[in-house]
């Protein structure tokens, strides 16, 4: 149903493969950064993906460097299910990833002075493009919190259609009440073997 995570669409998938030939695999990306060049406080929220949630705190020095936060989030990944890393080389940017397509929960974000804000972006299965910057205010009523829900990757050895998303008993077709958003009716394709790179993350995934 609309509003689960990526993972139990995922798993409602997979569930049936053996009588579909079709497997999912979900994930949840989000990529942050801070607007402030020198927060005015440690940047402290509570965080958790598939696991407990947990608060933790960073004093960052510079917007350019988010090690501290990184290592941060990290120290708690065994507790929260959420890693970090950095985007690519750049240290400005983390990119935060629950392995299983839980939803992952940012609750309370402070550290900043008012107007400065804590940007979140959501990330495509393979982190190699984002959405929109959302911006959470530090504790501010209302909007110091960010959800961030996963996505799932269908596979195939054969073709397949996604057909009839459904809410209740109606077929539905808009974004608030299904997953995809223009038709009801989805096609897959099928690669050649001879146009997949399996040089990349990405590519040994396709």
Same mark, same amino acid.
Do not use: C
């Given at each position: 149903?609309?509003?689960?995570?990526? +993972?139990?669409?995922?798993?409602?998938? =997979?569930?049936?493969?053996?009588? $579909?030939?079709? %497997?999912?695999?979900?994930?949840?990306?989000?990529?942050?950064?801070?607007?402030?060049? #020198? /927060?005015?406080? /440690?940047?402290? &929220?509570?965080?958790?993906?598939?696991? $407990?949630?947990?608060?933790?705190?960073?004093?960052?020095?510079?917007? #350019?460097?988010?090690?501290?936060?990184?290592?941060?989030?990290?120290?708690?990944?065994?507790?929260?299910?959420?890693?970090? =890393?950095?985007?690519? #080389?750049?240290?400005? +940017?983390? @990119?935060? !990833?629950?392995?299983?397509?839980? $939803?992952?929960?940012?609750?309370?974000?402070?550290?900043? %002075?008012? =107007?400065?804000?804590?940007?979140?972006?959501?990330?495509? &299965?393979?982190? %190699?493009?984002?959405? *929109?910057?959302?911006?959470?205010?530090?504790?501010?009523?209302?909007?110091?919190?960010?959800?961030? !829900?996963? @996505? &799932?990757?269908?596979?195939?050895?054969?073709?397949?259609?996604?057909?009839?998303?459904?809410?209740?008993? $109606?077929?539905?077709?808009?974004?608030?009440?299904?997953? &995809? %958003?223009?038709?009801?009716?989805?096609?897959?394709?099928?690669?050649?073997?001879?146009?997949?790179?399996?040089?990349?993350?990405?590519?040994?995934? *396709?």
């Amino acid at each position: 149903a609309a509003g689960s995570s990526a +993972k139990t669409v995922a798993a409602a998938i =997979n569930q049936d493969s053996s009588s $579909t030939g079709v %497997t999912a695999t979900a994930v949840t990306k989000a990529r942050i950064s801070l607007q402030e060049a #020198t /927060p005015a406080g /440690p940047i402290a &929220f509570s965080i958790n993906g598939g696991g $407990t949630k947990t608060a933790i705190s960073a004093t960052v020095v510079s917007n #350019t460097d988010l090690t501290a936060l990184m290592d941060a989030i990290n120290a708690v990944s065994g507790t929260t299910q959420v890693s970090a =890393n950095y985007d690519g #080389t750049d240290k400005s +940017k983390l @990119v935060l !990833t629950e392995a299983d397509g839980d $939803t992952i929960l940012l609750e309370g974000v402070s550290g900043m %002075t008012d =107007n400065q804000h804590f940007y979140v972006e959501v990330g495509n &299965f393979d982190g %190699t493009s984002w959405g *929109s910057v959302v911006n959470v205010d530090s504790l501010a009523a209302g909007t110091s919190d960010a959800v961030v !829900t996963g @996505v &799932f990757r269908m596979e195939s050895s054969q073709a397949f259609e996604v057909n009839d998303q459904e809410q209740g008993t $109606t077929d539905e077709t808009t974004a608030a009440q299904g997953y &995809f %958003t223009a038709a009801a009716t989805a096609s897959s394709g099928l690669s050649a073997i001879s146009a997949i790179s399996v040089g990349t993350s990405a590519g040994a995934q *396709s």
